[in-house]
Each structure stands twice: as C-alpha cells, then as structure tokens.
C-alpha cells in the first residue's frame, strides 16, 4: 500500500517524500498515470479540480468522492449549504438553460461549475452572456471585503484576499492571514460540523464570504484549496497526520 499524491506543489510533496520510507510515496502530475498504477489499497490525495472526473474512478481519496461531488455542483451545494449558514445570499436558480443573458446591475451571473471566479459575470464589465446546456445562478452582488476561512484538517484560519476586481478571487495580487470575524468564524464551524457528520472529507476545506460591516455573504464551498505560504508547513504536518494514519 502506497500513497499517491496527484498535482500537488513541489516543494509539498518533497517535504512528504522525505518523511517517510522510499517508495512509499509516489507523486504524479499525469492523471492517466494516477489511473494506471494506482491499486485499490492506495491512498490517492488529489490536487487538481479540472481532472476531478478521474477522481470518480479511484476507490481510496481526499478529498472523498462525496465532497468531490458537492462540490462539482454548485447548485445543489448551495441548496444544501444554504440551509446551515446564516448568511445566505439571495439568488435564483437555473438548471441546464439555453438562451441568452442580458446582465443586470447589483447581480452575480455564475455559469457551471469552474472555480478560482471563472464563468461569473456582472455588468457593465459585461452585458450580455449565451450560455447553452450549462446550469446557472443569478445572485446579488454584495460589496464587502473577500474571507475564505480555510480549514487544514480542524485547524481554521482566515484568509483575506485581496483583488482589484469585484470578483475578489481574480486578479488577487495579495493574500493576508487575519484574525477570523467572530460571526464568520462560527458560521464555518457550523458547516463544517455538519459536513463531517455527513462524511464529506477533505485535507483543506475553503468557506468563502463577503464580509462588510451591513452585510455578509455566504458564497461557496471549495475543497482543493490553494495554500498562502504561511501555512505550508501546517498543511504538510496535517499530510504527515493522515497517511501515517492511513
């Protein structure tokens, strides 16, 4: 029994490799390679949404296949996240829809399911969208700063973000660990008491808010999430935890 780590940073998977007896850990950055020497036994820690179809096919992952599939489906995520928070956003949604957008202001158009603020939209930056067979949410625009409260393992911390796009996770040009707000900090805890009562696992479990002295926003739940330098080490000791515990 190995341990596979798929299209993890470098420096983080030479830090595992390091820990532990040769060829027990194997890194790979090729998903047909994960596909093709993996066995059932292996722990396989997968770093990459864009092939998280493969995820499918493997048997023993983090994150599992249960939060891998909630988080593939922003709809259906905040239909049920919606329902924990105490900061929903209002928002309408729509299922495999054709046809064409014209934008409205004050609103969020959020095409799919593509992380890191690709597929969102809002005027006047744009004005008109054509979306064919994709899902849709239409939802209001809060003004307020970007917080992701990251959970490594149990261990929360807050990150702002800072960008100069209203879409706060594009364009970021800097990344600051903060002291989590208060009201932010136990809306995160609640969510994710209820995800490991449901068995929705992963190594890193990103909440993200817009937060503003008037209003909060509960956005989406991310589950591959990127890892501010500050806490490299705590996210590889947390790496170190689980597959010696394997």
């Known amino acids: ?131 064919y067979h994709q899902n849709l949410i239409v939802e209001e625009l809060i003004q307020g700063r970007s917080i992701r409260i990251l959970f490594i393992g149990n261990q929360p911390f807050a990150v702002e973000q800072f960008s100069n796009n209203l879409l706060k996770n594009v364009n970021t040009y800097k990344e600051e660990i903060i002291t989590p707000p208060k009201e932010l900090l136990e809306d995160a805890l609640r969510i994710k008491d209820f995800l490991d009562k449901n068995e929705y696992f992963s190594p890193t479990i990103g909440l993200d808010y817009i937060y503003s002295e008037n209003k909060i926003g509960f956005l989406e739940l991310n589950d591959m999430c990127g890892i501010p330098e500050q806490l490299e080490e705590t996210f590889i000791e947390h790496l170190k935890e689980i597959i010696s515990n394997k």
């Open 1 to 131: 029994m190995k341990t596979i780590l798929f299209d993890l940073p470098i420096k983080i998977s030479t830090e595992l490799i390091k820990h532990f007896p040769h060829g027990t850990i194997q890194p790979y950055s090729d998903p047909n390679k994960v596909l093709k020497y993996s066995k059932q036994s292996d722990l396989i820690i997968f770093y990459n949404y864009h092939y998280r179809k493969i995820l499918k096919q493997l048997d023993n992952t983090l994150p599992n296949k249960k939060m891998s599939e909630l988080c593939e489906d922003r709809i259906n995520q905040l239909i049920l996240l919606d329902t924990i928070t105490s900061y929903p956003t209002k928002k309408e949604f729509y299922k495999n829809i054709s046809r064409k957008i014209t934008l409205k202001p004050d609103l969020i158009y959020k095409v799919g399911n593509e992380q890191q603020g690709k597929d969102k939209y809002f005027y006047p930056e744009t004005k008109v969208i054509n979306i």
